[in-house]
């Protein structure tokens, strides 16, 4: 597809780079899980702050993999990523939801902004390209690979603020013993 011939580096970057990400985190995951004296994350807590840079970093992923595929014209890809596009904005508002809802950590303006109004235009920025790929080819083209590298940026920093906050806190929780 001519489309989409110039957007075939940008997608292997973007999407090994997801892939790679969402391994590190289970990594991570697993660390932190098996840490002595690490207290266990409340399931609120997990569904608000850390599953969301999964879901970002598999969506850039599915993107990624979508747009390399030989499809024989644009439309159905443009149907795959204005569905991701809507799917993800139900969710960033699912994840609003628990952000409010938590009660381990008082969440501040940063956290409000990354971990639902970015994610929030990223999906819809790809839910409205979907929609303007007929008549704006190539701005629509831009749009998505601006979403997909929106979300990896998002899931990068939620990530680092994740381990970031839990590293901090178990020094401090072993500085106190």
């Known amino acids: 597809m001519t489309a989409l011939a110039g957007w075939g580096n940008f997608y292997v970057i ?14 991570v995951i697993t660390l932190i899980d098996n840490m002595p004296n690490t207290p266990k994350p409340s399931p609120q807590a997990v569904h608000a702050f850390s599953t969301p840079s999964i879901v970002y970093f598999g969506t850039v992923l599915l993107l990624s993999a979508v747009l390399n595929a030989p499809w024989p014209g ?51 920025t790809l839910a409205v390209s979907a929609y303007a790929v007929r008549s704006h080819l190539r701005e629509a083209l831009f749009g998505v690979g601006g979403a997909a590298l929106l979300l990896l940026l998002i899931g990068i920093h939620n990530a680092w603020d994740s381990v970031t906050y839990i590293a901090i806190n178990h020094a401090n929780k072993k500085s106190k013993d």
């Open 74 to 124: 644009i439309g159905t890809a443009a149907v795959i990523w204005g569905v991701v596009g809507l799917s993800g904005a139900v969710y960033a508002v699912v994840v609003a939801r628990r952000l409010q809802e938590q009660n381990v950590y008082l969440a501040q303006f940063e956290d409000w902004l990354f971990h639902a109004l970015l994610p929030l235009a990223a999906y819809a």
């Open 14 to 27: 973007v999407g090994t780079s997801a892939g790679a990400l969402i391994g590190l985190q289970f990594v």
